[in-house]
DNA sequence: GTGAAGGCTTA
DNA sequence: GTAAGCCTTCACA
């Protein structure tokens, strides 16, 4: 192989028909969505980059050309005046789209070619010509079918498809052109002139389409074989023929593409395309108003950067065993220094400049034994460029020790830190107080929209997934042997220091790349001042976990056991036999075949059985039947285990200190959220007396640990904090002198949906717009509506249309809010805090739909999360600056649970309430309602 | 053992 | 209609 055919082997010319492909993204794009505020609509710009972008995603052209029409006559309307005629004025809305495509691919350094007199075709047909002869691979981007003229083994042409069901991008080679025309691609041009080309105004022969147009030349070989050969033709087709043969010359001289225009560019200059200058592209970005889009951009360029740079080698230099507190010193001075000089991947970001990885290693045995809420750690590895430091806990003196406890706990030494949470716990654990982390790839990953699925939470999962998409590269997964009985066994028992030092270095790289993104989407404000000083207020609320009295948890199964027996005896006395009251298939078969139970909702097999389709069964049949009996043993069945689960579950996950330690997840919910797991404690029962119950065991400790006691419980909850949230962002000043006067807020709203005076306000009107309001901030639609309340499609509608007669800002900011998360891709809370919605561009209309409501409720959920974590900040600040023992528990999500030491009563109090309505300002007043007690039961009164 | 389906709890 | 986590059953490895 020589080296030119070396060279062009892997070379791709894209070549882009301009104005078709802005055309087809005019009608493809919507048009009211993409229109900037000085009036110019962008939705063909946004198409066609979209469109570009996907293909140099899935094409990987190493050459571009995009051609494009003049103004003015051609070659061809000077032949035939109607050439293109009689076509519909182009649309007002168009108007302009075109000259900011060409800005934006002179951005992109992509050369748009021009020649007088000729078309896009023709410059398209020349450069199909040139690149073929280059011995490279051709793509034809066209809408415009005389493009399938040029397709053979090299050159394809892309077709794009822009409505319809097979919307996308469809690959006309031989084959297809083929398939579809029954004639090889060569011969396209003699088909389109017999058959004429509406698009270009040339009418072919009247009574003849593709058919027997086809038939015709695979007969007598190509149009001048039809020529010769004309007068065999017979019926009235053939008349036809012979009548508007000079058409179909004319026809056949018009579609024949020039393939030796004198171009104004060469092949190279096709090669060097991608952003010229970021800030302009910048600039042209903010004047198009484009968002997401631009980040797409970023990804596809910077995979090109990295794919075309040679891959830098991400490893380890050494690894040094420190063991005397002078070694420490000198290793952290060292390993600071080795940053800058490593070679790697991604820049580093000057706030990580001087900042070292921190990786605390687990006792794999140890961690096995021992609870699972805190790890156990046999040492930490600490790291700075390659260089690698290894300090194990159990063979160090007491100065060295000193000296990584005094690092630990400075905050000016800046850490890395891979699940800071986790490490605060696990170091306390050994007496180490962890301060100074400025990046945490677990919490900026998150900040930057990267929510791990369910499955994919652990570390291992994590770094896989986080380098794939942010070094493009695999991460090296932990040894594995087959001991000899077969068994597989890790390694790790014998820290492993090679690899435990290059996680470290994957980590690093990985903080430099998050961290980069973090400022590219502005959102370290955000990260900074709020996520990672919550991280370790969390890692102490879980260290901390809330007491139990065991003793009340067994009565209380004892109490819903009783109840479940009960309950099982009578279902089974009623239907003669025993069931799986458990089981839905089997529940199914017993109510709907053997009871002859009218039918519930269809699931995917059979009908349900859940409670609501019970509660409804029951209001159709005769209450004393058998089947309501059945329902009833059933529903009673159903409560009561329900509650004993939670109470094992609770049973189940008491520490030794008799207390329970949830983990919280500060990276998985979509809004901002926290969750709470093993056990969940965020979904405690409050709603029925029985399972309110409950919370009686949640208690204070009743024990003195370290000298230390606790005398209360405390609880604090937002009341109506999303609505408020809500009337705040819409600024609906009727609503908000609503909230100022102190009224209450459903009360007021109905008086105003319904034209009665407050007093006058039935508790129906009230639930109806207290359904209505709150639903407004899950993006309710009136179907929805009707179905909460029970009333017909037409009343929720009425009431809607009421609604927003009265409170007119609520529906502005609801439009407003899916407007702007269609426009960018994302909606945004108070602080910035970004929900990435791609399903908002989805064909599927179910999953847009779901999309839009999620687009309606993450500003309020998520703004509520913010404020909730910045009151969680400010309070663990105060209470600490004050010098109060008082410490904070609990979350769930409106309510903080905290536990008060003797005598701070009403100091911890005040504290709460204080911090949690002045957590931000809004245009009403945030109201904190605080209770306090022994048990989370008593507080919550 | 694993994963989906169905069901239920919270804010 | 939003956001979560956890339980049992059942079919499949």
């Known amino acids: ?243 508007h043969l000079d058409d179909v010359l004319r026809n056949r001289r018009l579609n024949r593409l020039v393939d030796d225009l004198e171009l104004p560019i060469t092949l190279a200059d096709a090669a060097e395309f991608g952003p010229r200058d970021p800030e302009t592209l910048n600039e042209l970005f903010d004047e198009l108003e484009f968002r997401s889009i631009r980040q797409r951009l970023a990804e596809v360029f910077s995979d090109l950067a990295q794919a075309a740079a040679a891959r830098i080698d991400i490893s380890v230099e050494s690894v040094q065993t420190i063991e005397s507190a002078q070694e420490f010193s000198d290793f952290v001075e060292g390993a600071l220094a080795a940053i800058t000089a490593a070679e790697r991947p991604v820049a580093v970001p000057e706030r990580l400049a001087r900042a070292l990885v921190l990786y605390p290693v687990v006792d794999e045995d140890a961690a096995e034994a021992g609870n699972a809420h805190e790890q156990n750690l046999t040492g930490a590895v600490l790291l700075g460029g390659a260089r690698a430091g290894w300090i194990k806990f159990a063979e160090i003196d007491a100065a060295t020790e000193k000296a990584l406890s005094d690092w630990l706990a400075d905050e000016n030494q800046k850490k890395i830190v891979f699940d800071t949470k986790l490490n605060v716990k696990s170091l306390a654990a050994r007496g180490f107080r962890l301060a100074g982390v400025v990046e945490d790839p677990v919490l900026s990953s998150y900040v930057c929209g990267h929510v791990p699925s369910a499955r994919r939470r652990f570390f291992e999962a994590m770094m896989e997934d986080l380098t794939d998409a942010y070094l493009r590269t695999e991460f090296p997964k932990a040894e594995v042997k087959e001991s000899a009985q077969g068994e597989l066994f890790s390694l790790e028992a014998e820290v492993d220091l090679e690899y435990v030092a290059l996680v470290a ?41 809330i007491a139990v009295d065991s003793t009340v948890l067994a009565e209380l199964k004892d109490h819903y056991n009783t109840f479940i027996k009960q309950a099982t005896e009578e279902a089974y006395r009623l239907i003669d036999h025993e069931v799986n009251l458990g089981s839905p298939k089997q529940l199914q078969a017993v109510l709907f075949e053997e009871l002859e139970l009218p039918t519930t909702r269809k699931l995917k097999s059979g009908y349900s059985t859940d409670a609501e389709s019970m509660a409804d069964l029951l209001t159709r049949i005769d209450p004393d039947s058998k089947g309501a009996q059945f329902l009833l043993a059933l529903q009673m069945y159903r409560d009561y285990t329900k509650l004993k689960q939670t109470v094992e579950g ?92 102190g009224e209450d807020l459903h009360r007021f709203v109905g008086s105003e949906v319904f034209g009665v005076a407050p007093e006058d306000v039935t508790p129906e009107m009230r639930a109806k717009v207290k359904a209505m309001s709150y639903g407004l901030a899950y993006g309710l639609s009136r179907f929805g509506l009707s179905k909460q309340l029970g009333i017909p499609v037409e009343e ?75 009151a969680m900040i400010n309070v663990a600040a105060r209470l600490e600056a004050e010098g109060l023992k008082t410490r904070m528990l609990l979350q769930i999500h409106d309510e903080l649970i905290l536990e008060v030491a003797p005598g701070e009563e009403e100091a911890a109090a005040a504290v709460l309430s204080e911090e949690m309505s002045r957590a931000v300002e809004l245009r009403v007043p945030l109201d904190v309602q605080v209770g306090s007690g022994t048990s989370w039961h008593e507080a919550g009164h």
């Open 1 to 243: 192989m020589t080296s030119t055919d070396a060279a062009s082997q892997n070379q791709k010319l894209l070549l882009i028909d301009g104005h078709s492909l802005a055309f087809r993204s005019f009608y493809g794009t919507p048009v009211d969505v993409f229109v900037n505020s000085q009036g110019q609509h962008t939705n063909a710009v946004h198409g066609f980059l979209s469109t570009l972008l996907s293909l140099i995603k899935s094409e990987k052209p190493s050459h571009i050309v995009a051609a494009f029409d003049l103004a003015g006559g051609t070659f061809r309307t000077e032949e035939y005046g109607e050439y293109k005629g009689g076509r519909a004025e182009t649309p007002q809305e168009f108007l302009g789209q075109v000259e900011l495509i060409q800005r934006l691919l002179e951005q992109l350094n992509i050369p748009s070619v021009t020649v007088e007199r000729f078309e896009a075709d023709d410059i398209v047909a020349t450069l199909a010509k040139i690149g073929q002869q280059e011995g490279m691979e051709v793509e034809i981007v066209s809408g415009d079918r005389d493009a399938f003229q040029l397709v053979n083994d090299t050159v394809t042409v892309l077709y794009p498809v822009t409505t319809g069901p097979s919307k996308g991008i469809r690959r006309m080679d031989p084959a297809a052109v083929e398939e579809k025309y029954k004639i090889p691609p060569h011969l396209y041009p003699d088909l389109a002139a017999i058959t004429g080309e509406q698009a270009d105004n040339l009418p072919g022969v009247p009574g003849v389409g593709p058919g027997f147009a086809a038939k015709w030349i695979n007969e007598y070989g190509n149009l001048d074989g039809i020529i010769e050969n004309k007068e065999k033709i017979k019926g009235k087709k053939g008349e036809a023929l012979r009548e």
């Open 505 to 545: 270095r994957y980590i690093q790289e990985l903080a430099y790349a998050l961290h980069a993104d973090l400022a590219e989407q502005n959102q370290l404000k955000l990260y900074e001042e709020i996520e990672l000083p919550l991280a370790t207020v969390l890692a102490q609320m879980e260290r901390a976990g």
């Open 650 to 741: 609770l049973q189940k996950a008491t520490a030794e200190d008799g207390r329970i330690h949830t983990t919280f997840q500060q990276n998985v919910a979509a809004t901002g959220r926290l969750s709470s797991t093993d056990p969940n404690l965020q979904n405690i029962p409050i709603r029925t007396e029985e399972g309110r119950k409950i919370r009686g065991a949640f208690v204070v400790d009743p024990r003195t640990v370290d000298g230390q006691q606790y005398s209360t419980l405390l609880t604090a909850d937002y009341s109506q904090i999303e609505m408020r949230i809500m009337v705040h962002l819409a600024q609906d000043e009727k609503l908000i002198e609503a909230y100022e006067s």
């Open 796 to 870: 929720a509608a009425q009431l809607t249309v009421n609604y927003f007669k009265r409170f007119g800002d609520v529906g502005r900011f609801l439009r407003g809010t899916l407007k702007e998360a269609h426009q960018d891709g994302y909606t945004e809370t108070m602080f910035g805090r970004r929900r990435n919605l791609p399903d908002l561009g989805s064909s599927n209309r179910a999953r847009r739909e779901a999309a839009e409501r999620a687009a309606l409720n993450a500003p309020i959920q998520g703004s509520a999360a913010d404020i909730m974590k910045i």
